[in-house]
């Protein structure tokens, strides 16, 4: 995921404290190894979410996006000079 296993663990504990009820489970490590599982709330928004996806992928297909898109350029110009 380009990111170290702290910075990923403390992410998952802010996003369990954000929530009224924890998203992913977490078993501490020991010589059989820990572990995280997502609890069923967190498949619950993880639903949503994904749903919520493909809502705004789908209705950002219009024209107008089409009209926008085709008006710009590809990559910036370059940079005028005074």
């Given amino acids: 995921m380009g990111m170290s296993y702290r910075r990923a663990w ?3 504990d802010t996003m369990n404290r ?3 009820e924890p998203l992913v489970a ?3 490590g020991s010589a059989h190894g820990g572990g995280a599982r997502l609890t ?3 498949g ?3 639903e949503h979410y994904r749903a919520l996806q ?3 992928i789908e209705g950002a297909a219009t024209t107008d996006r089409a009209a926008l898109a085709d008006a710009m350029l590809e990559t910036p110009r370059a940079t005028q000079k005074d």
Avoid: D, F
Wanted: net charge positive; hydrophobic share 50%.
């Fill in 10 to 12: 403390l992410l998952v």
């Fill in 18 to 20: 954000c929530w009224k």
């Fill in 26 to 28: 977490t078993v501490p």
């Fill in 40 to 42: 069923e709330a967190g």
């Fill in 44 to 46: 619950r928004v993880l």
């Fill in 54 to 56: 493909r809502s705004l």
